[in-house]
Nanobody, 121 residues
Framework: QVQLVESGGGLVQPGGSLRLSCAASGSISRINAMGWYRQAPGKQRELVATITGGGSTNYADSVKGRCTISRDNAKNTVYLQMNSLKPEDTAVYYC???????????????WGQGTQVTVSS
């Protein structure tokens, strides 16, 4: 019923930039918070950044000052602009959306399939 489709990942050199996008589609009544998480090999999934429906943002300390999360509510899309990328940013990046389906009153979290970001020279 709901799909989150990420795009924008790839291979970039240290110091480079990438912009990730995640579009939600389906029978969606309302999207509350949206966010980006990442998981590096052998590590647990961790929060990168979140943004509420009203636009309040939260960032992991490791990306503060280098990443900017934003959203376009009309397009049900969340973005992550990543600058000054480091090798330790290498991970699979996952989009998450806390939303309510059409005809429901229940909130539920949905995940995208992930997009690989590799920072290497």
């Amino acid at each position: 019923q709901v799909q989150l489709v990420e795009s924008g990942g790839g291979l970039v050199q240290p110091g480079g930039s990438l912009r990730l996008s995640c579009a939600a589609s389906g029978s969606i009544s309302r999207i509350n918070a949206m966010g980006w998480y990442r998981q590096a090999p052998g590590k647990q999934r961790e929060l990168v950044a979140t943004i509420t429906g009203g636009g309040s943002t939260n960032y992991a300390d490791s990306v503060k000052g280098r990443c900017t999360i934003s959203r376009d509510n009309a397009k049900n899309t969340v973005y992550l602009q990543m600058n000054s990328l480091k090798p330790e940013d290498t991970a699979v990046y996952y989009c998450n959306a806390d939303l309510i389906l059409t005809g429901s009153i229940l909130r539920r979290g949905y995940w995208g399939q992930g997009t690989q970001v590799t920072v290497s020279s």
